[in-house]
């Protein structure tokens, strides 16, 4: 339905002072922190693991040399969404509008409303990692305690025992971030890189990472976490997180959090010969996951 003068009836009178309501700040392009950005010519994207090989054995002397195999495992999968939203005003509320270009409003209240979709989307990786209803490529959560490997073996991201964001907390998942194996398990080399926390949890943050002794502590020992420099890129707030105590690390590990751009956003303006009416339109395509389960640590909070 079309945006017609009865909807803007104070903007049709002279004496209005003001038109408030679309000019706030935003928190947008949080997923940047989080998410590395790769775009898509497809309906959708596949990425497989292939496992390299075990740890070499001895050879007696004189014994056949022994084979091994490498060979491709599980599938991520990223199925790229439509995302659109239109409006419509109508020929009259344009003509008689006293105060303001009504498209030129709208439009931007367009972008924002695109804008924050695309937030809530890709903060809903990190929001439903902990849930068994929003599977990897390995069948499991994104945070978990039972990723499997070939040989039967699992391997976890995330607490036996979910904690609050502490010092001792983050230094148990520094330690297991550390301690990660291939799906042949083999020692790699994985860091942390960023500590992602809803508002809740920003101050904690900052005396966590940023003071120079230890927090919390009468100690005059150094603040270890900053000392070895531990989260070389800090630590990012993103304000679609929906649970207060849960916080997250992102690694090095390559093919982690991803998004794919299938198509950019783009916006549209059209008018309609027979009502006059003029119509806007904003689209874009683009997918949120994940491939490599190391990308990640995390905890739900105590």
Request: include cysteine; hydrophobic fraction near 40%.
């Amino acid at each position: 339905m079309a945006l017609n003068r009865a909807q803007i009836l104070k903007e049709l009178e002279p004496g209005l002072n003001a038109i408030f309501g679309m000019e706030y700040d935003r928190y947008e392009r949080e997923h940047e922190y989080l998410f590395t950005t790769e775009n898509s010519r497809r309906a959708f994207e596949e990425e497989v693991l292939f496992t390299g090989f075990g740890a070499a054995p001895s050879k007696p002397e004189g014994a056949a040399v022994t084979y091994d195999e490498a060979r491709e495992s599980w599938v991520s999968r990223y199925n790229h969404e439509t995302i659109a939203l239109a409006f419509s005003i109508t020929e009259e509320s344009i003509e008689d509008n006293l105060y303001d270009t009504l498209g030129s409003r709208l439009s931007k209240a367009l972008a924002r409303s695109m804008a924050h979709t695309k937030q809530v989307k890709g903060a809903n990786i990190l929001n439903n990692a902990f849930s068994g209803s929003f599977l990897g490529g390995d069948q499991v959560a994104l945070l978990a305690t039972n990723h499997p490997m070939i040989d039967g073996a699992e391997q976890s991201n995330k607490p036996a025992t979910d904690a609050d964001l502490s010092e001792a907390a983050l230094e148990d998942a520094l330690i297991a971030i550390s301690e990660f194996l291939d799906d042949r398990g083999i020692n790699i080399a994985v860091q942390a890189r960023k500590l992602c926390v809803p508002p809740e949890l920003v101050f904690v943050a900052e005396r966590l990472l940023m003071t120079p002794g230890r927090p919390g502590t009468a100690n005059n020992d150094v603040n270890a976490i900053k000392q070895m420099g531990m989260f070389p890129d800090g630590f990012s707030v993103n304000h679609r997180l929906t649970d207060p105590d849960a916080w997250f690390i992102t690694t090095d590990a390559p093919n982690g959090l991803k998004h794919f751009e299938r198509s950019s956003l783009t916006t549209k303006m059209e008018g309609d010969f027979e009502t006059g009416n003029v119509r806007y339109k904003a689209r874009e395509r683009y997918s949120f996951g994940w491939s490599e389960w190391r990308g990640l640590y995390g905890s739900s909070g105590a």
